[in-house]
């Protein structure tokens, strides 16, 4: 059963960006900089069981006061064959170790590389399917998350179709800030959102260089250190109901590389202003509502 902590939008490390480290010495960090909500990587979360024996993990995180959010991810789920067949038979332990941590929730993004039909999403359909109903025996809910260079889902209308479409309480829609304004999808494209749609959010920025036509997942910066306009996108995504964790995910090989707890640190001191600032609108937009009823008629 999950233990997430009461909703709220909160700062959130993502696995990824410490990806240098092992389980313990990245855990650690972040609690160190003061991080409750963590998005871990389940891989080194295994690992760190192998050596310390089961539950290991999940008592690692509750002596720290961690929280997992979410967990990441499984790639390779959306094109058939072969490597598709080796991360669905990965995707089976990663719901049970997601589960074991708390978490209620895991990453799955698009990466096809594929030449693909119209036929291929009637395909796709079917593989969300049948990797809901492995994830839902573990009560684990699978985030469908367009990246920019998929062949398949690279832009937010395309990802709100395919998991409509396949219409299952455990396949749900997820937003990460970079593909979203990195990629093809337009801001406008907020406005098919439904309330209470957005079931997590990755929270990074787009750079000014390199130029998007060369710029790599390692391009991906801090909130605040690149182009895209975040704190309009949070706005809008609290509007329509979001209040949960902004989750730091960066590749920069440097900042995997650097003490998670500086890491850490930092993504408190960049993003927590955008958290304070949506907060006071929403807060604005509030008070206009119930000025607005209170007029005479």
């Known amino acids: ?32 900089a003061g991080i409750v909500a963590v998005e871990p990587d389940l891989e080194k979360a295994r690992d ?5 024996g089961a539950g290991a993990a999940r008592a690692l995180m509750d002596d720290l006061g961690l929280f997992a959010y979410s ?4 790639l390779f789920l959306d094109e058939e064959g072969e490597r598709r067949d080796r991360a669905l038979e990965n995707l089976r332990w990663k719901v049970e170790m997601a589960a074991s941590l708390g978490a209620d929730r ?20 079917d593989f969300l399917l049948e990797e809901a109903e492995i994830a839902q025996g573990y009560g684990i809910h699978l985030m469908l998350e367009f990246t920019r ?3 398949l889902v690279n832009n937010l209308r395309t990802a709100l179709e395919v998991v409509r479409r396949a219409d299952h309480p455990n396949i749900r829609f997820m937003l990460d800030s970079y593909h979203f304004w990195a990629g093809p999808s337009k801001f406008e494209d907020l406005d098919l959102i439904s309330p209470g749609e957005i079931f997590h959010v990755h929270f990074a920025d787009t750079p000014l ?6 710029a790599q997942q390692k391009d991906r910066a801090f909130p605040g250190e690149g182009i895209a306009p975040l704190q309009k996108i949070l706005n809008k995504l609290v509007s329509l109901g979001y209040d949960r964790a902004l989750s730091l995910e960066l590749f920069d090989p440097a900042v995997q590389n650097t003490d998670p707890a500086i890491v850490a640190a930092k993504a408190m001191a960049t993003i927590s202003p955008y958290i304070e600032q949506a907060r006071n609108q929403a807060t604005t937009n ?10 005479p008629i």
């Open 286 to 295: 509030l008070l206009r509502r119930e000025d607005s009823m209170e007029l």
């Open 48 to 52: 760190y069981e192998l050596e310390q």
């Open 1 to 32: 059963m999950a233990v997430n902590k009461d909703p709220g939008l909160i700062v959130c490390m993502h696995g990824i960006t410490s990806q240098g480290f092992d389980f313990r010495k990245t855990m650690e960090g972040w609690a160190k």
């Open 209 to 214: 260089v390199p130029t998007l036509e060369i």
């Open 106 to 125: 895991l990453v799955i993004p698009s990466t096809a590389s594929m030449h693909h039909t119209v036929e291929s999403y009637t395909k796709l359909n």
């Open 71 to 74: 967990s990441t991810n499984q």
């Open 149 to 151: 260079n998929s062949k």
